[in-house]
């Protein structure tokens, strides 16, 4: 099992910077490739980013590649996501998601909710022009 909070969440203008961090627990952090997911008013959870378990190799959704960097510190049980040059369609609730599959642990490109069995509450990040 990991349960998950998410921090740092808040209000900015366009073009600042957050960083988002999700603490975990639960023994299957470290083996757990990690996942961040936003969702927009009215919209659907979509995929921003995910990180392999030993935090090697990341992987982005177009939207967020070169604004966004996703990492991770397992001797914290910790991953964060820092998001530079924030835009008004950055605004949504971000969720932080852990992928306990040990044949995906080390696998970037899986952007499917259906893949991450655990989700954190959500930090809102709202962006203003």
């Known amino acids: 099992q990991v349960q998950l909070v998410e921090s740092g969440g808040g209000l900015v203008q366009a073009g600042a910077s957050l960083r988002l961090s999700c603490a975990a627990s639960g023994r299957a952090f470290s083996r757990s490739a990690m996942g961040w997911f936003r969702q927009a008013p009215g919209k659907e959870r979509d995929f921003v980013s995910r990180?392999?378990?030993?935090?090697?190799?990341?992987y982005y959704a177009d939207s967020v590649k070169g604004r966004f960097i996703m990492s991770r510190d397992n001797a914290k049980n910790t991953v964060y996501l820092q998001m530079n040059s924030l835009k008004p369609d950055d605004t949504a609730i971000y969720y932080c998601a852990a992928d306990t599959s040990v044949f995906r642990a080390d696998i970037v490109k899986v952007t499917s909710l259906r893949a991450y069995e655990h989700w954190g509450q959500g930090t809102q990040v709202t962006v203003s022009s």
């Open positions: 990180i392999n378990s030993r935090g090697a190799n990341t």
